[in-house]
């Protein structure tokens, strides 16, 4: 079971390393810290390198090899989230002072204060958690990485956060296609006021939908909306979105140029399994959109594209999964894009 916080400890006297076991041993065996220990700032780079997943440093600054001092100008290169903490003899201000200019988070004293060093560590602990907190709002802000320059997100996060835009994952999700059928002709005839305004009154209805049954809005395209279902039960939550969606907007009715009216109605497509989800885009353009791909998403899209207005469609897999909770009328056999055999379609009616 891995430790809800690792923490590196850098000191050549073997008897600081005892006395953290002894004095945290509790904390250890409950796993909420895990400590590794380094007798020098070059073993110290080599542990980390050995778990990356290391939250912050406690250093001392007199050692063989490499000095805290160094070790500190290296952290600060490989990892701008990961935070240090200098342990200094006592009234060595002129290492405290060029420890903090280096950016040093703190300082502690030898010999060593345990409730202090406690203390330290808690709140060292706290702000590497508000700034993972800050790391994955912007990481998930579509917008924020769409429009804000390069040098804003390195002044924000460091080259860090830069890296972990490229970090990518397989993750069990319900991708959902909802698309407005019919507003293409809306939009090739009325002023663009009036298909902006409706578009957006859609969208609107669409997505707190999806909100509401903890889904994420991953894209707009065109007149269609992409959104995934994440975590438990979310194919369930998905279809509940789908459903609500299209008795909402289906009641609806809107005025149009020429005392003609628009009944809105939606085509649904909803796929569910493993799906990669990461951030594609243009280095270049300095645009990526954190976004989700694979054969999930394109059968998703394509049962949207065979939907009828009306119609939520999904397939054979999806059906086995969702019939003991949703009633699903069959649709029979349609030939897909890319697939060598017919797919069994299904509707979902309620």
């Given at each position: 079971?891995?430790?809800?916080?690792?923490?590196?400890?850098?000191d050549?006297?073997?008897?600081?390393?005892q006395?953290i076991?002894?004095?945290?041993?509790?904390?250890?065996?409950?796993h909420?810290?895990?400590f590794?220990?380094?007798q020098?700032?070059?073993?110290?780079?080599?542990?980390?390198?050995?778990?990356?997943?290391t939250?912050?440093?406690?250093?001392?600054?007199?050692?063989?090899?490499?000095?805290?001092?160094?070790?500190?100008?290296?952290?600060?290169e490989l990892?701008?989230?990961?935070?240090?903490v200098i342990?200094?003899?006592?009234?060595?201000?002129?290492?405290i002072?060029?420890?903090?200019?280096?950016?040093?988070?703190?300082f502690?004293?030898?010999?060593?204060?345990?409730?202090?060093?406690?203390?330290?560590?808690?709140?060292?602990l706290?702000?590497?958690?508000?700034?993972?907190?800050?790391?994955?709002?912007?990481?998930?802000?579509?917008?924020?990485?769409?429009?804000?320059?390069d040098?804003?997100?390195?002044?924000?996060?460091?080259?860090?956060?830069?890296?972990?835009?490229l970090?990518?994952?397989?993750i069990?999700?319900?991708?959902?296609?909802?698309?407005?059928?019919?507003?293409?002709?809306?939009?090739?005839?009325?002023?663009?006021?009036?298909?902006?305004?409706?578009?957006?009154k859609?969208?609107?209805?669409?997505?707190?939908?999806?909100?509401?049954?903890?889904?994420?809005?991953?894209?707009?395209?065109?007149?269609?909306?992409?959104?995934?279902?994440?975590?438990?039960?979310?194919?369930?939550?998905?279809?509940?979105?789908a459903?609500?969606?299209n008795?909402?907007?289906?009641?609806?009715?809107?005025?149009?140029?020429?005392?003609?009216?628009?009944?809105?109605?939606?085509?649904?497509?909803?796929?569910?399994?493993?799906?990669?989800?990461?951030?594609?885009g243009?280095?270049?353009?300095?645009?990526?959109?954190f976004?989700?791909?694979?054969?999930?998403?394109?059968?998703?899209?394509?049962l949207?594209?065979?939907?009828?207005?009306?119609?939520?469609?999904?397939?054979?897999?999806?059906?086995?999964?969702?019939?003991?909770l949703?009633?699903?009328?069959?649709?029979g056999?349609?030939q897909?894009?890319n697939?060598?055999?017919?797919?069994?379609?299904?509707?979902?009616?309620?």
């Open positions: 079971m891995n430790a809800k916080h690792k923490i590196l400890v850098v050549d006297e073997d008897d600081v390393a006395l076991r002894q004095k945290f041993r509790r904390e250890i065996r409950e909420e810290y895990e590794v220990f380094a020098n700032g070059a073993e110290a780079l080599s542990k980390l390198r050995d778990n990356p997943e939250e912050m440093v406690f250093t001392d600054i007199n050692m063989p090899v490499m000095d805290g001092l160094t070790l500190l100008q290296k952290l600060e990892s701008p989230l990961l935070k240090t342990i200094s003899a006592y009234g060595d201000m002129a290492n002072r060029t420890a903090m200019n280096r950016g040093a988070f703190d502690i004293t030898k010999p060593l204060d345990f409730q202090d060093f406690e203390r330290t560590l808690q709140k060292t706290k702000y590497c958690q508000q700034l993972k907190d800050t790391v994955r709002a912007v990481h998930e802000n579509n917008i924020l990485k769409m429009y804000v320059d040098s804003v997100l390195r002044f924000m996060c460091g080259q860090e956060f830069e890296s972990s835009l970090e990518n994952e397989t069990e999700a319900t991708i959902a296609f909802i698309d407005i059928c019919g507003f293409t002709a809306i939009s090739e005839r009325e002023p663009p006021d009036v298909v902006v305004r409706l578009l957006n859609y969208f609107d209805i669409i997505v707190k939908a999806i909100i509401a049954e903890g889904g994420n809005v991953d894209k707009f395209m065109g007149d269609a909306v992409l959104a995934v279902f994440k975590d438990k039960d979310h194919l369930a939550r998905a279809l509940r979105t459903l609500a969606v008795t909402q907007i289906q009641s609806m009715e809107d005025p149009l140029s020429g005392e003609q009216t628009f009944l809105p109605k939606l085509s649904t497509g909803i796929n569910t399994g493993e799906v990669i989800s990461g951030n594609i243009s280095a270049t353009l300095r645009r990526f959109d976004t989700v791909i694979g054969d999930v998403v394109n059968t998703a899209q394509r949207q594209s065979a939907a009828k207005p009306g119609q939520i469609l999904i397939n054979e897999a999806t059906y086995e999964k969702a019939k003991a949703f009633q699903c009328q069959k649709i056999e349609i897909m894009k697939k060598a055999q017919p797919v069994t379609v299904w509707e979902v009616v309620g």
